[in-house]
């Protein structure tokens, strides 16, 4: 991170290290917490429900961000127990998540998802789509800040993350959400200010 930071001439401390926690037992994350690390993504509700309560117990100012695609029936939850939540992509999650803002009172910060690959079967929204679901957000109390993507497999992904920044500029938001233990180098020279590393951290997920 540092050596990619120097290269973007780029500070950095701009740049969040996420520790993408899915799949890894409490047991297995404590170490990261103990070292000092406090930031970290899970992409499932019902798996942060069960680890993060007691970890949090330990750890107060653990701060965790959601990443994994979100139901709608689940955004009161989410809102709840997320500080961040990375993967808002459509209209209706954002009336949902809406209602439960102004319900508890918390309010995530949000990203934006972007099917940035335009991609059938992944989750986003399409670039298209942009403007009016930041509109639909500003107008629901949904606190958008930044773009999230995840850019087609197995290709070159630095135009996809070069795509995401312009977006996200065009639409004066301030945070980028990409990159991961494959290519977060990259995506810091594109200016991502979040990027979410697992395996990296963590070594291989069991499958
Ligand atoms: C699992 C996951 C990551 C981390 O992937 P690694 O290759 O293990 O670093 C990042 N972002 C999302 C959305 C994920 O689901």
Known sequence: MAQAARIARR????VQLIAVSKTRSADEIRPLLIAGHRLFGENRVAEAAEKWPALRAEFPDAELH???????NKAGEA????????????????????????ANGK???CFLQVNIGAEEQKGGCAIADIPVLLD???????NITGLMCLPPADVEPAPYFALLAELAERHGLKQLSMGMSD????AILLGATHIRVGTALFGP???
């Open 205 to 207: 997920r069991a499958r």
């Open 66 to 72: 959601l990443i994994g695609q979100l139901q709608s």
């Open 11 to 14: 500070k950095a401390a701009e």
């Open 183 to 186: 290519d977060f180098p990259a």
């Open 79 to 102: 809102a709840a127990m997320f500080d961040a939540i990375h993967s808002v992509d459509r209209a209706s999650l954002i009336t949902a998540l809406g209602k439960a803002i102004r």
């Open 136 to 142: 639909q957000a500003k107008q629901q109390s949904v």
């Open 107 to 109: 309010s995530p910060r």
